[in-house]
């Protein structure tokens, strides 16, 4: 099993390129089974969780060739000779419940097996299945899979009210709809620009949607999709992570490809820190304005909120602000795992239920720590690069589900950072 060795201290300076978002490829790639005509994303991310989702659509019957060393998948799926995604492949990824809605939309059945929960939360997925009885699903759970059939052989549109924001469930909705006979309406849906993505995308396939970006959608079914190429949209979950590096290091990195739209309330949280955020012709340069960054609050909302995808940066940062900071997790109940790690390179942080408060330490110290999720192991790599002496971060197989190449990114901007068996 890999780990990531870091020395810490020192500058980074230089460019790192940000790649598509894993979060869009990850709901773009079962839109391949809206269609018998060739889909083709772009600017796909190199990531195992891309990997996890190409497994699936094959285990379906769709072909997903990786091209371009990874950054084009060209998808085809005239022939889907399975309607059933196995417990094996959805339990190593929650986003596998996607294939759900285009499979039902698609041959009006499906077999799902439930994804069970991560270490983040428990992640039920009741949001999913109310969307799509609300077309005309009928949804039956039985040993730990998902039964679903379209009452009538095809979906019907209809009105989908929300109680909570949902992303993957707006996703599912939006994906089902596009095939079902008749108007849909998603109302309190996901403003994500995943979401926003995801509808460019089905409209390049001849989708009638509206509203997208906003809380709701409004879907015109209709009775076929055909094909189209996509380019992923940039992903602002590893350019938030990448634009933190200087923020906690120093030095000035540009983040080719950024774009301020895409993590508005994650710099204004910057700025409010004491880092400057530029907007440039190829991306978003950063650095810090002055020595140590100022304590900032911060609460995790669905866009256009601070995302709780940026909390763990966000907290590693803030290890060493000066002041104190409160961080309020209000997606997952659980999200706070990566603080006993910080605490053991002497962060000064104290969880209580949703709310972590943090009291910025002057320097932090190396230490051998453990990832418990994505988000969290790439939170104390950014830690380790200031800290004083060496960290070892295991279990970085979580890294590799989210960024590609992290070594070489931060490695290039001279960061001490090298990939260790151990
Ligand atoms: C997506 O997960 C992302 N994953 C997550 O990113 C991200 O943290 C999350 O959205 C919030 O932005 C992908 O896009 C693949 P939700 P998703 O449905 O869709 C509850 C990462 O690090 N809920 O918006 O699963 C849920 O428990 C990952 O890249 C229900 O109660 O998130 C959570 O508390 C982590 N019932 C809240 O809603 C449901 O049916 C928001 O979850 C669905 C969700």
Do not use: W
């Not at 060739?38 to 195992?48: F, G, I, K, Q």
């Not at 986003?95 to 983040?120: N, W």
């Not at 077309?135 to 039985?142: I, K, P, Q, T, W």
């Not at 997790?329 to 000064?348: D, Q, S, T, V, Y």
């Amino acid at each position: 099993m890999d780990s990531i060795l870091v020395r810490g201290g020192g500058e980074l300076n230089g460019v790192i390129p940000i790649a598509g978002a894993k979060n869009a490829c990850l709901t773009l790639m079962p839109a391949t089974l809206l269609t018998e005509e060739p889909l083709t994303l772009t600017n796909a991310p190199r990531l195992s969780d891309i990997r996890t989702m190409t497994q699936l659509l094959g285990s379906l019957g769709a072909e997903v060739a990786s091209l371009q060393s990874g950054q084009v998948l060209a998808m085809s799926s005239h022939n889907i000779h399975n309607h059933t995604a196995d417990y094996d492949i959805v339990r190593k990824m929650r986003a596998s419940i996607l294939v759900l809605g285009p499979m039902l939309a698609r041959d009006g059945h499906a077999i799902v097996s439930l994804p069970g929960g991560c270490a983040i939360g428990a992640r039920p997925v009741d949001l999913h299945l109310q969307a799509l009885e609300a077309l005309g699903a009928e949804l039956e759970l039985r040993e730990g899979y998902v039964h679903a059939k379209a009452i009538g052989g095809r979906l019907r549109g209809g009105v989908i009210d929300f109680p909570i924001v949902s992303v993957g469930a707006t996703e599912n909705a939006l994906l089902a709809s596009t095939l079902a006979k008749g108007t849909t309406v998603i109302k309190n849906a996901a403003r994500e620009p995943e979401i926003v993505d995801l509808a460019q995308c089905l409209r390049r396939m001849g989708a009638q949607i509206e509203g997208e970006g906003t809380s709701t959608i409004t879907i015109q079914g209709v009775d076929r999709l055909g094909g189209a190429t996509h380019p992923v949209v940039t992903d602002r979950i590893e350019l938030g992570t990448y634009m933190l590096a200087p923020a906690i290091c120093g030095g000035e990195v540009e983040c080719l490809g950024g774009r301020i739209e895409l993590v508005g309330a994650f710099c204004e949280k910057l700025d409010a820190a004491g880092v400057s955020v530029e907007q440039t012709e190829r991306g978003i340069k950063v650095k810090r304005k002055n020595g140590r960054v100022n304590a900032v609050d911060v609460t995790t909302e669905p866009f256009p909120g601070f995302p709780t995808d940026l909390q763990a940066q966000m907290m590693a940062l803030l290890c060493t602000a000066n002041g104190t900071s409160v961080l309020e997790e209000k997606i997952f109940e659980n999200r706070f795992m990566h603080a006993p790690e910080l605490i053991r390179m002497g962060a000064k942080i104290e969880v209580h239920g949703g709310h972590a408060t943090v009291t910025g330490v002057e320097k932090l110290k190396g230490a051998r720590v453990m990832a418990t999720d994505l988000r969290a192991s790439v939170s104390l790599i950014l830690a380790a690069m200031a800290a004083e002496g060496e960290t070892v971060v295991s279990r970085v197989y979580h890294l590799d589900r989210g960024y590609e190449r992290v070594e070489e990114k931060l490695g290039a901007c001279g960061a001490h950072i090298e990939r260790i068996a151990t």
